[in-house]
């Protein structure tokens, strides 16, 4: 794959495709279902890093390929995405949240995935942004992670959003949540 982007007609081709109708994703979203090589040179392409922050971010659903890799267990696929500051820029910049109002961290949370909760909680920059926030029915991820019997995890989260407020109120929110 490194070497097919290598060639110009082909990134260009990767950097331009577009989904055919409204239930496909990006190359990206497809790549986070267990093509992690894939996903790590996509996002190190300056074209692609430009493309995928356009059209096609989110797929049919509203949900960013670090939702997708959130719901599939794709923890060391949610390192990867989130190693990238664009890409999390990226979801800060064009909404976190689907077309339910759920954030990856949500999602996360309803189906208890400590592993990739913990690795999202390690970025300040996304967790301020998904910690709080509320879905269409006004559910944060510590509510849901609680209402489908994950105590641990809704305790976890609860935690983690008092020490996010607490250290913004101190003004830092540098190596928040690093263990």
Avoid at 19 to 42: F, Y
Avoid at 87 to 92: G, K, P, T
Avoid at 119 to 133: Q, R, T, V, W
Wanted: charged share 20%.
């Amino acid at each position: 794959m490194q070497t097919l982007l290598e060639n110009t007609k082909i990134r260009a081709a990767c950097c331009n495709w577009r989904p055919k109708d409204r239930w496909e994703g990006s190359l990206l979203h497809k790549a986070v279902h267990s093509h992690n090589n894939v996903v790590e040179i996509l996002l190190q392409h300056k074209d692609y890093q430009e493309a995928c922050t356009n059209e096609g971010f989110k797929n049919w659903a509203g949900n960013t390929a670090l939702s997708e890799a959130a719901h599939w267990k794709g923890v060391d696929t949610v390192k990867i995405l989130l190693r990238h500051q664009y890409y999390r820029q990226a979801c800060i910049n064009r909404g976190l949240k689907n077309e339910k109002g759920n954030t990856a961290l949500h999602i996360a949370a309803v189906w208890g995935r400590v592993n990739v909760v913990a690795a999202m909680l390690k970025y300040p920059d996304i967790a301020s942004a998904m910690l709080s926030a509320e879905n269409n029915k006004g559910q944060t991820p510590a509510m849901l992670a609680e209402e489908n019997d994950y105590p641990e995890l809704a305790n976890q989260l609860r935690e983690a959003e008092a020490q996010l407020n607490t250290t913004e109120s101190a003004g830092s929110t540098s190596m928040l949540f690093r263990r």
